[in-house]
């Protein structure tokens, strides 16, 4: 009788911290996450993910104290998004989960200061291409600088605010990043591990896929 009652009480215990864990890691209801970001669903599971960037954190000021960075709920819902708990405080740019591959690939931008014309110092933004398979660890998957002209740089590029992953038409489970504005492309994936890439002008797109204009608008539901 005594084990009997050292076992019930024992499930009791962790049960409750179980509960109070839960309870505070998605600590964050909707209306307390951080002004600026976006919501996407993941095309699998259905649950709820927002970003935020940290340029997006310093646009509001009732921001002040909060994170940029990844957040996920407890909800699969498509009308309640349930609570939120922090993910990865990277700051990110975009977020896009592939439709079919239910990958997760990112923007993740940088900011410095450099030395300019007349060794005059100037900020400098640009941002990486990244992957990762659950939203906590990132892999970086930026293309060289080889495929653009001599001087430009890719983590240039994709600091553009008209810059944006979507799912190329012609091979679903790859990506194109589309660079729109003065000397903008589309970067392209040439294979399925995402591990060789090819540029295309935007005249050069627009010809061969009149019906899909490179668009910066995220194609997640």
Known sequence: MRYWLIAIIAVFVFSSVGRSTSQTYFRFEESELPIGGAFIQHPKTGTWYYFVSAHAIGQNRENFG??????????????????????????????????????????????????????????????????????VEWYDMTP???????????????????????????????????????GGFILRAVDDELSNWETISLRDWQRQHPASPPSTQPTNP
């Open 144 to 182: 060289p600088d080889t495929l653009l002209q001599p001087g430009a740089h890719m983590t240039n590029a994709f600091g553009r605010e008209e810059s944006m992953i979507v799912v190329d038409p012609d091979n679903p489970n790859r990506i194109c990043v589309t660079i729109l504005g003065t």
């Open 66 to 135: 909060k994170r940029c960075g990844l957040y996920f709920s407890n909800s699969t819902d498509p009308k309640a998004k349930g609570r939120f708990a922090l993910l990865q405080a990277f700051d990110f740019k975009q977020i896009f989960i592939h439709p079919t591959t239910h990958r997760f690939y990112a923007l993740m931008p940088w900011n410095l200061v450099a030395p300019g014309d007349h060794r005059k110092f100037q900020p400098r933004a640009g941002a990486y291409l990244a992957w990762s398979r659950d939203g």
